[in-house]
T-cell receptor
Framework: EAGVAQSPRYKIIEKRQSVAFWCNPISGHATLYWYQQILGQGPKLLIQFQNNGVVDDSQLPKDRFSAERLKGVDSTLKIQPAKLEDSAVYLC???????????FGAGSRLTVL | QQQVKQSPQSLIVQKGGISIINCAYENTAFDYFPWYQQFPGKGPALLIAIRPDVSEKKEGRFTISFNKSAKQFSLHIMDSQPGDSATYFCAASTPQKLVFGQGTRLTINP
């Protein structure tokens, strides 16, 4: 079984620039998550999708972050404009509906200068 | 109420020793308590998990101890090996949400 694919693995941008991250979940996993992991901290949920609908985006900074999951498969997370404090690893995870077990991708490391 | 508090932040154990990481939670709606292991440059991977209807679960060298009344649970790694050096996250979930602890960086000295 192929894992959760994420790209790019690394991105360095200047503050106020924009960036987008892409995620392809495990085939058949209807639930997709984006987590933000700041260095030295645990992952924090940004947004959760069930198919192409949003289940929870309560911790997504909606003034600068957006995410979509068209067709209920791939997902894109965008940050515009980026701030210094957005430097983090952005983890995508997927699971079967209602399942507690999440499978994570390797993450996309963002550095904002 | 959604927080999970994890300690210690970092831990150094000699090879062959026992590594113990502790977590505490407040929300009694949590019904699933997984531990994730994360190596540098990788995403977290599920290591072992427990539900609150049992007090202990063992898988190989890894054991979760669960104290429902105290709202605490811990991970024990027996006969710790250098390959166990990683960051460990406890977590707690309801059917709707998974919340992670802050993480413990474990180093096993050879």
């Amino acid at each position: 079984e192929a894992g959760v694919a994420q790209s790019p693995r690394y991105k360095i941008i200047e503050k106020r620039q924009s960036v987008a991250f892409w995620c392809n979940p495990i085939s058949g996993h209807a639930t997709l998550y984006w987590y933000q992991q700041i260095l030295g901290q645990g992952p924090k949920l940004l947004i959760q999708f069930q198919n192409n609908g949003v289940v929870d985006d309560s911790q997504l900074p909606k003034d600068r972050f957006s995410a979509e999951r068209l067709k209920g498969v791939d997902s894109t997370l965008k940050i515009q404009p980026a701030k210094l404090e957005d430097s983090a690893v952005y983890l995508c995870a997927s699971s079967l509906p209602g399942a507690n077990v999440l499978t994570f991708g390797a993450g996309s490391r963002l550095t904002v200068l | 109420q959604q927080q999970v508090k994890q300690s210690p932040q970092s831990l150094i154990v000699q090879k062959g020793g026992i590594s113990i990481i502790n977590c505490a939670y407040e929300n009694t709606a949590f019904d699933y308590f997984p531990w994730y292991q994360q190596f540098p440059g990788k995403g977290p991977a599920l290591l072992i998990a427990i539900r609150p209807d049992v007090s202990e679960k063992k898988e190989g060298r890894f054991t979760i101890s669960f104290n429902k009344s105290a709202k605490q649970f811990s991970l024990h790694i027996m006969d710790s090996q250098p390959g166990d050096s990683a960051t460990y996250f406890c977590a707690a979930s309801t059917p709707q949400k998974l919340v992670f602890g802050q993480g413990t960086r474990l180093t096993i000295n050879p």
